[in-house]
């Protein structure tokens, strides 16, 4: 155990609270993106006719956003600063969100995975500005768990997503299933399939306004310039450098796997449920309901764990922490895909007690001690997110199989995929804390 008294949100006599608090709103802005989000998988599929493989391609756009434009914010960021960066994010954000409109005109489905795209383009610059950025408001020390207090706050952000995704779109879509719909004249189809899309686009069209209001305050508010000293650009040079430290290499295959798992267990608990309730007697659209209240119950202990985690941490060193908690998830998992009832989905809602550390904490590990490389080392770390977009489809794939053998559920049986991601955080878990021991016995 190695306790720190260092202050959290003050250095060298500046006191980061008031940017801490609004960089912080940022992160709940990106949460409620993801997990209004996730269910739209399901949904869209209804809504098009589609089988679940077509509606994963929703997390394909939405996730290979965050991959294409990485990189290309860390060289923005570098030549401006980490202000102008969450402020073009921002303005992407809001675009991306306002596209729904034309997208819903089109009655097409490949101009919503249009606007996705260039939606999550801002959040790649948000994210690839605002996780760094967060690690200079205060002492080097205690950057990971700085970070862990910020991401704290997405999951509030993912909680209302959930519960505007519940309440606001799944809930108000035309009730008839996927079954009904499929044996439904042209002209019937149309008409359903625009009246659930402008259902559908309402909550994206308003949180454009919203993220336009924060668009304002940052523009105006004053910022620290941490981190903004260094302009220069030396993309191959920076790029082998960072690439040769062990923590930070194998933090980036870790946050592949880690957002696999993440976006994996949050969009296919609302499958997994539904056969679940379903084989009780439930009524499709009613399970699927269900199935997104226990979603929002496992992002509920995933905020309260996150919190709990931040404390521990205090105490226990991140790489420790990390280890065990995959370890749990993991095994977590396996109930998972053994359990063919209600226990099932409790172990899937278990999980999210276990990923809530993961994210910032491989982030922390991974750029300690970058200094001003950490804007080219966040822009690697953002684009392992696309994790969230490669490994979703392959996962839907193996559901619209439908049953594995004579009657084992395909559902069920694609879970060994986040099990495997899991096994990928213990190990990089494991590895950060025998080097954490290493450097300090040196």
Request: positive net charge; glycine residues 8%.
């Amino acid at each position: 155990m190695n306790k720190t008294k260092l202050p959290l949100l003050k250095h060298n006599g500046v006191n980061y609270l008031l940017p801490f608090i609004i960089i912080t709103v940022c992160f709940a802005l990106w949460g409620f993106a993801n997990d209004i989000t996730n269910p739209m998988v399901k949904a869209f599929s209804k809504i098009f006719r589609m089988n679940v493989t077509q509606g994963a391609l929703v997390q394909l756009a939405f996730y290979g956003g965050y991959f294409a434009m990485a990189f290309p914010a860390a060289i923005f960021i570098k030549k401006f600063s980490y202000k102008a960066g969450i402020l073009l994010g921002l303005a992407l954000y809001a675009a991306g969100a306002f596209l729904f409109f034309p997208a819903m005109m089109s009655g097409n489905y490949y101009p919503f995975l249009a606007a996705y795209f260039v939606l999550t383009c801002g959040l790649s610059f948000l994210e690839t500005s605002a996780n760094p950025y967060i690690l200079t408001m205060g002492p080097e020390e205690n950057a990971t768990r700085r970070l862990n207090m910020a991401q704290a706050f997405n999951p509030i952000g993912s909680l209302m997503g959930m519960f505007v995704a519940m309440n606001f779109i799944q809930a108000r879509l035309n009730p008839m299933s996927t079954a009904e719909r499929a044996v439904l004249s042209d002209p019937e189809f149309e008409a359903m399939k625009q009246s659930d899309l402008s259902i559908l686009i309402a909550p994206y069209l308003a949180i454009g306004l919203v993220v336009l209001a924060m668009f304002l305050i940052i523009l105006i508010a004053r910022m620290p310039k941490n981190g903004d000293a260094d302009k220069s650009l030396h993309f191959g040079a920076t790029l082998k450098r960072i690439f040769s430290i062990p923590n930070y290499r194998q933090g980036v295959i870790a946050q592949f796997f880690y957002v696999g798992a993440q976006i994996m267990c949050w969009t296919f608990i609302i499958q997994y449920g539904t056969r679940v309730f379903m084989g009780q007697g439930m009524e499709e659209q009613a399970a699927e309901v269900l199935s997104q209240k226990y979603n929002i119950a496992a992002m509920i202990i995933f905020c309260v764990s996150r919190l709990i985690a931040t404390y521990l941490m205090k105490f226990f060193d991140p790489g420790k922490m990390l280890r065990v908690f995959a370890i749990a998830a993991g095994i977590f998992t396996l109930g998972v895909i053994l359990f063919q009832n209600i226990w099932g989905l409790y172990c899937l809602v278990a999980v999210s007690a276990c990923m809530s550390l993961m994210f910032p904490t491989i982030y922390g590990i991974a750029l300690k001690g970058m200094g001003y490389d950490a804007k080219f080392g966040a822009a690697g770390l953002i684009m392992a997110i696309l994790g969230g977009s490669v490994l979703p489809p392959v996962q839907a794939a193996i559901i619209d199989l439908g049953t594995i053998g004579v009657s084992f559920p395909a559902v069920n049986a694609s879970f060994i995929l986040p099990f495997i991601c899991f096994v990928v955080v213990a190990w990089y878990g494991t590895q950060a804390y025998n080097r954490s021991k290493i450097n300090m016995t040196a």
